[in-house]
């Protein structure tokens, strides 16, 4: 079983940046792709980001294209979340999930394992 823990999140002005961090309990054969997920309040959980270390790819909402940037620590076992130019919309409780992915990374039914999650608070 592999058990997922993440931090970085916070309270941070309209415009400021966070780093994300998830970290796997374990390496194992059972991973291949990591991906965030967030869910504002009264909103249903919706996809963010993606990394796939099978195929070297990496994927991005809409949303946040060219703002948020999804990398992995290989050493650590660890993917971060590097959110920079943060918006009021982007508050939200964030959670990072992993499993044996190789197409389709947005679709939240691949992910076998999820985080408890970590809230980022945007204000003006």
């Known amino acids: 079983q592999v058990s997922l823990v993440e931090s970085g999140g916070g309270l941070v002005q309209a415009g400021g940046s966070l780093r994300l961090s998830c970290a796997a309990s374990?390496?194992?054969?059972?991973?291949?792709?990591v991906g965030w997920f967030r869910q504002a309040p009264g909103k249903e959980r919706e996809f963010v980001a993606a990394i796939n270390w099978d195929y070297d790819k990496t994927a991005y909402a809409d949303s946040v294209q060219g703002r948020f940037t999804i990398s992995r620590d290989h050493a650590k076992t660890t993917v971060y979340l590097q959110m920079n130019s943060l918006k009021l919309h982007d508050t939200a409780l964030y959670y990072c999930?992993?499993?044996?992915?190789?197409?389709?990374?947005?679709?939240?039914?691949?992910?076998?394992?999820w985080g408890q999650g970590t809230q980022v608070t945007v204000s003006s």
């Open positions: 374990t390496h194992t054969s059972d991973i291949t792709t």
């Open positions: 999930a992993a499993g044996r992915i190789h197409t389709d990374f947005t679709t939240q039914l691949w992910y076998r394992y």
